[in-house]
């Protein structure tokens, strides 16, 4: 799916400039794009934007030609469990449940009973990501495991947007690079858009453009080297 950005603000109470201001940022369908920028640049923010989490004050986000910004809420959530995959910093995990089962949950919510398909995608993904203990209780992994089991995830449903917030941030060099060539390697063959926030400069090389962030304003914009 391409998205464009019109004139989008966001603005916080208090605050005497606004946490976002895009003019205009287009994304083709299947880039893989990696925003950039210090903390407090409004990266995060931005990705909320693009995904329906938070509505801008002003502006368009149009996702294939559907401004979501205009949705209300309850279909604003609709059409994100059906295109987006999201890896968040802090993963959503649901403790007591197991990695396969946290990586089942969002699917059974709209199909209460999964199929065998499913489950050997989700056993599938979870063994890509490097995780072969499938009923561990997530409570019990550390921080880098769990990390993965958000990505098996927001990956399961097959979504034609994948947005990750610092999806190699707890990782080993090793694992970040798995967990790299995994995105990059399924967004590239379902023509997935991808989009990531990170500090990590190799993930940023690897992504088709950076976008850079500086107090909610885009300060640059380039190809990554190939």
């Known amino acids: ?13 208090g605050l005497p400039e606004p946490v976002i201001d895009v003019p205009d940022l287009a994304i083709a369908t299947g ?11 409004g990266k995060t923010t931005l990705l909320n934007i693009l995904t329906g989490l938070e509505r801008p004050v002003s502006g368009a986000v149009l996702w294939d030609g559907i401004d979501i910004a205009r949705l209300s809420e309850a279909k604003r959530d609709t059409w994100r469990a059906k295109q987006v995959g999201i890896i968040m910093q802090d993963f959503n995990l649901f403790p007591g449940l197991s990695a396969l089962d946290n990586v089942l ?19 599938h993904l979870l ?13 019990t992994m550390s921080r880098g495991e769990m990390q993965r089991v958000a990505v098996a995830r927001a990956l ?3 979504p034609a947007i994948i947005v990750a917030d610092e999806p190699t941030a707890s ?10 060539d995994l ?17 990590d400069q190799t993930l940023a090389r690897a992504m088709h453009r950076v976008v850079s962030l500086q107090r909610g304003r885009i300060v640059g914009s380039r190809t990554a080297p190939t």
Do not use: C, F, Y
Not at 171 to 180: F, G, M, Q, V
């Open 183 to 199: 995105l990059i390697g399924l967004s590239t063959s379902s023509a997935a858009t991808l989009i990531v926030v990170t500090h």
């Open 171 to 180: 990782l080993d060099d090793t694992s970040a690079k798995r967990i790299t």
């Open 1 to 13: 799916m391409s998205a464009l950005l019109r004139d989008v603000s966001v603005r916080v109470r």
């Open 156 to 158: 399961q449903a097959q």
């Open 31 to 41: 880039e893989h794009l990696a925003v950039t920028g210090p903390s407090g640049a």
């Open 105 to 123: 949950l969002p699917r059974q919510l709209r199909v209460p009973r999964l199929g065998n398909d499913a489950r050997e995608r989700a056993r």
């Open 127 to 139: 063994e890509q990501v490097g995780l072969n203990r499938h009923d561990q209780k997530v409570e």
